[in-house]
């Protein structure tokens, strides 16, 4: 039987109820395992459960969030486009460059040359860079192998993350992210073939959800609706990249199948935002790629508050349009440059994320949530979305155990 753990003199920070932030000043939790069983003010917690009370912990005053959750990442691949960032400051569009077979193909070529070993290596190094952030729930998705053989390995490598590490880690399969070299202007044999890989790829338990890159430089309609058709006879989720350079009316498709979220969405237009929030889809925002890409069309967050299409935020972790390893800075970036509020912005990383995720039992502090948070060196967490590159991290705990400070790293 698991030990009752109490842990007091929070200040906890719910995000659950109605009232602002979930504010609850001085309280507490009782964690049994990896389960939040008990979340209240320490003067309402009953007799019994404190009596079974085997282990405590005084966290003297400190603030407390839900633990951070990181959506979208394309956190597996080889190299880095360090030499590219030069080239688009030299004057060169990022999509001419990916035209030109740079881009996502030229981190393709260096995925494929490096070996499961290296790969899990270079992840491994990442993950932690967002953890030590806070972050205890990770999406991790494939998409630059795209290759049958390179595709799995890279599931394979997202999969053992979650095992080598204390980390949550969700898979989305994202074959559909650029067309490979083998498949140079037959983009629909390609979807032929990333289709028929997925069966196998879902038989060995690698998928927990669909992605494709609907634009310009990525997939039509059509080809996306056709991926689609395949997760939803397979009984997976999706999501799209959508609206991301120009409007292509993806989110509405991806609203058709009630996907669990649209990302990107800087062109979404008035129809698209309908249409998500109908289906129930969530907005996720990411102000690190339009940071990075130097964008300037913002996405409609007034009309998706309107609509109340509920909005997450995510680091969009990737070689060429996001090379960004804190959570914590994309809080700020959402509020800066999306014009969120410091409170939207934390529920973006948490209740939001988990919503884009598929996942009920994480994103607040509540009985029967996980017990995955965060304890805080800052007086509010609206200081989360204030400062910029501080790490005000001081202690993560993830399924109940505190993986930080990690003891076993030093
Ligand atoms: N949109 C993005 O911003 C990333 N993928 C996508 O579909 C960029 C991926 C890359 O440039 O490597
Ligand atoms: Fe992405």
């Avoid at 959750?69 to 486009?81: A, K, M, N, P, Q």
């Avoid at 688009?88 to 494929?112: D, F, K």
């Avoid at 860079?129 to 999406?139: I, Y």
Wanted: aromatic share 6%.
């Amino acid at each position: 039987m698991n030990t009752a753990v109490l842990w007091r003199g929070a200040r906890l920070f719910t995000l659950a109820g109605n009232g602002p932030w979930g504010a609850v000043p001085d309280g507490a939790m009782v964690t049994e395992g990896d389960t939040l069983r008990w979340v209240g003010p320490l003067a309402e917690l009953p007799q019994p459960l404190r009596a079974a009370v085997g282990a405590e912990h005084d966290l003297q005053g400190a603030c407390v969030t839900p633990g951070l959750i990181d959506c979208h990442t394309h956190l597996v691949y080889g190299g880095e486009r360090a030499a590219e960032f030069e080239q688009r400051l030299q004057g060169a569009s990022y999509e001419e460059i990916a035209r030109a077979g740079g881009g996502i193909r030229s981190t393709v070529r260096a995925t494929r040359e490096a070996s499961d070993e290296a790969l899990l290596a270079s992840a491994t190094r990442r993950a932690r860079e967002l953890m030590a952030d806070g972050v205890t729930t990770l999406e991790v998705k494939s998409g630059y192998g795209l290759a049958a053989e390179h595709e799995a390995r890279c599931l394979r490598v997202a999969r053992r993350l979650g095992q080598v590490l204390p980390l949550s880690v969700r898979t989305t399969y994202l074959a559909a992210h650029a067309v490979p070299p083998e498949y140079e202007g037959r983009p629909d044999d390609y979807v032929d073939a990333l289709i028929g890989w997925l069966p196998a790829l879902h038989a060995e338990g690698l998928v927990d959800a669909v992605d494709g890159f609907c634009d310009r430089i990525g997939f039509t309609r059509e080809q996306t609706r056709r991926i689609f058709e395949a997760a939803r006879a397979l009984g997976l989720p999706v999501k799209l990249h959508a609206e991301q350079l120009s409007d292509q009316n993806g989110a509405a498709l991806a609203a058709e199948f009630k996907a669990m979220s649209c990302d990107h969405l800087e062109h979404l237009n008035e129809a698209g935002v309908r249409a998500m929030a109908a289906a129930g889809t969530v907005a996720v925002l990411l102000p690190g790629a339009y940071y990075f890409l130097r964008d300037t069309t913002l996405p409609p967050v007034q009309a998706l508050r309107e609509h109340g299409v509920p909005i997450a935020i995510a680091t969009d972790h990737n070689p060429g349009s996001s090379p960004a390893l804190s959570l914590q800075l994309m809080l700020h970036m959402a509020c800066t440059l999306f014009r969120l509020t410091p409170e939207e912005a934390l529920r973006g990383v948490t209740v939001h994320a988990a919503r884009a995720l598929g996942l009920r039992d994480r994103g607040q502090l509540a009985a029967g949530q996980r017990a995955d948070f965060v304890v805080w060196d800052l007086d509010h967490p609206r200081e989360l979305a204030y400062w910029f590159g501080r790490n005000a991290c001081r202690q993560v705990v993830q399924g109940g155990q505190v993986v930080r400070p990690d003891e076993s790293a030093t």
